[in-house]
């Protein structure tokens, strides 16, 4: 699992980068000679799709990493802090296109309408990044990667941008240069609001918040069935984004011995680790047959 992990990481960075570079490139060029604010816009945009996918890599190879003495449950919230690390690019780049609009919007002397190249290049933009954020997504799901997801939701806000643009630019071609900036704030705000998921999901990830109950319900399950387990109660799972580390305890009969007890939570944790991909260590308490403690 590890290995797939790591190509899927891989491939996710050289197709983000690959695909932002062609972007960026195209977009200030024909940006340029159309005289498309929002073009420009969305070049500034992908160059920090750049930057963010590098950083999405670097959290992805650091959470790869096995415990050691000093980070004993392993590095998986490095995912985490790499997807915050991408929310604050995303804060900035929105924060500086919304107040070149902004600055447009006051001065209309800026205003030009674009040319229709703009248009070209908006089509073209649609059509890589909704390929592209779909393939890094679904790898992200894949492989359980919240860095690489988020650096796919990042990528997909692009489509948006795209859209906005090309209707912007058939607007302003008709005798309305004002909806070129417009869309350019269209497109900081809509920045500003990926910012605002990726950060919400990444802060649940460091908070150890459970992906859904049914992680809980699968987790029973696996306890429940080993022999001579009556129960399972107390489930903690510490998630770390793209592992998760489960505590819990089992109801036994009281009259098993020591040794019994020991090989059957021995079992329990076998066939966790075995059978959820998501858990990656599970430590098991005994109890007595409907003695429920509140530890």
Known sequence: MDEIRTDGGKKAAIVGIGANTFLTVLNIIIGLISGSYALISEG???LSDIATTIIAYTGFKIGQKPPDKEHPIGHGRAEAIAGLVITMFLVAVGYEITMGAVEKLQNHTLLTAPDSLAAVMAIIGIIVNLLISTYIISLGKKINSPAIIADGQHQRVDIYSSVAILIGVIIAKVGYPIFDPIIG???GLMIFKTAYTVGKDNVEHIMGKIPSQDLIDEIES????IPKVKG???????YLGSYAIVSLHIELDGTLTLYESHV?????EDNMVEKIELIKAVNVHACPYHYKDNE
């Open 232 to 238: 399972a109660h107390n489930i903690r799972v510490d």
């Open 222 to 225: 696996c306890a429940n069935e």
């Open 185 to 187: 704030l269209f497109i």
């Open 44 to 46: 500034a945009h992908t």
């Open 264 to 268: 059957i939570t021995h079992a329990v």
